[in-house]
């Protein structure tokens, strides 16, 4: 048994004192309420949260309240109509809910599923911390977790709490890149097939994502002004009769790019045989499945690491850093949301100003 009292603070200003009550009842289940307490001070708030707690005790919950408390969802009931009534009713994209679905049948429902909503606590938030996933994979679970428990509270569904999700602590990794020695021997690799050539190309040249690469369409490479319309992205179909469907990128946000000498020249090359860039013989475009493996026979043949697609996105950051351009530039061409993801790649700088020095010196041993 126990009880706490933290004051609320509302946005009108006005504040009130909340009390967490969480007591065995005669029947050998847990309770727990978390409901506003009457007083003025946190004295007379604790003074009535006991009081209360005492009566559970005794008296155990009324009819309408045990009613009530049969009515809240465990959450494996309450995860399906957060995904229809919030990821769904929000239009976020195809990925977004295969994301969300993945992790509640993975991690969440493993740890809280059995758990009514209002029985979630700190511990079990906490069991969820310790298993043995990475810390990217346990603050992003945890972020999610935070959306669906916030949105039971807005819909009324259980009473607003003091549950937090702290984040775990995550190492600081800088991305993997090709240097410029080892992407031109990339493109080299890859010129033998003209799509896969190209495919390159977009990713290393324009920051192009996966399937920004895949989506593209003809009508939005405009060889008059020498720049790309980024405004399409093939992505996983959760729902529907195609396994792959055209959404907007990434963010709902298009954005334009300024095509490289190669790479214009690489897509002039391309036989215009359908709607998008990238096509097979029937003008379908081509799939993610497609790109890895022709990625991957380009990387063998280069001789240089073998990575995702998103590697050459990497290069195209890293190479725009390297060369001077401007941090507000980079996370304008690469569509980044926030300066913190551009930021990433900015280690570069600093590695730079040190090889400055260093052959500063050595210019002076020289003299």
């Known amino acids: 048994m126990a009880v706490t009292v933290r004051e609320r603070k509302l946005p009108s200003g006005d504040t009130h004192f909340q009390a967490d009550i969480r007591v065995r009842l005669s029947n050998g289940k847990l309770h727990r309420e978390r409901v506003k307490a009457p007083g003025r001070t946190r004295a007379a708030a604790l003074r009535w949260a006991r009081q209360r707690e005492a009566h559970l005790v005794r008296h155990g919950l009324g009819k309408k309240e045990d009613e009530r408390s049969r009515l809240i969802p465990t959450f494996s009931e309450f995860a399906p109509?957060?995904?229809?009534?919030?990821?769904r009713a929000n239009r976020l994209s195809p990925t977004t809910e295969r994301e969300y679905a993945l992790t509640i049948k993975n991690h969440l429902v493993p740890v809280f599923g059995p758990l009514r909503l209002d029985e979630i606590e700190p511990s079990h938030v906490h069991k969820l911390k310790q298993r043995r996933l990475a810390a990217s994979t346990i603050n992003k679970t945890l972020r999610q977790l935070a959306a669906i428990v916030h949105a039971a509270e807005r819909w009324g569904v259980i009473e607003k709490g003091s549950l937090t999700f702290k984040k775990v602590k995550q190492p600081l990794r800088h991305p993997k890149f090709y240097d410029f020695g080892q992407y031109r021997q990339l493109t080299q690799a890859a010129r033998p097939n003209k799509e896969a050539h190209a495919a390159v190309r977009l990713g290393g040249d324009a920051g192009l994502r996966r399937g920004e690469i895949l989506g593209l369409r003809w009508a939005n490479v405009h060889f008059d002004r020498h720049k790309l319309l980024v405004c399409d992205n093939l992505v996983r179909s959760v729902r529907g009769p195609t396994p792959w469907v055209i959404r907007a990128p990434k963010g709902g946000r298009p954005r334009w790019v300024p095509m490289s000498e190669p790479l214009e020249k690489s897509l002039r090359v391309l036989e215009q045989r359908g709607e998008h860039v990238l096509t097979g013989p029937t003008g379908q475009h081509l799939t993610p499945t497609w790109l890895a493996k022709r990625l991957a026979a380009a990387q063998r043949l280069a001789g240089v690491v073998r990575s995702g697609p998103h590697i050459l996105r990497h290069t195209f950051c890293s190479h725009l850093v390297l060369r001077g351009v401007h941090v507000r530039t980079i996370q304008k061409l690469?569509?980044?949301?926030?300066?913190?993801?551009?930021?990433?790649?900015m280690?570069?700088?600093?590695?730079?100003?040190?090889?400055?020095?260093?052959?500063?010196?050595?210019?002076?041993?020289?003299e």
Not at 359 to 364: G, N, T
């Open 81 to 87: 109509r957060f995904l229809r009534d919030h990821v």
């Open 334 to 345: 690469a569509g980044h949301a926030k300066l913190s993801t551009t930021e990433v790649y």
């Open 347 to 366: 280690h570069l700088v600093a590695e730079q100003e040190e090889d400055a020095i260093r052959r500063l010196r050595e210019d002076e041993r020289d």
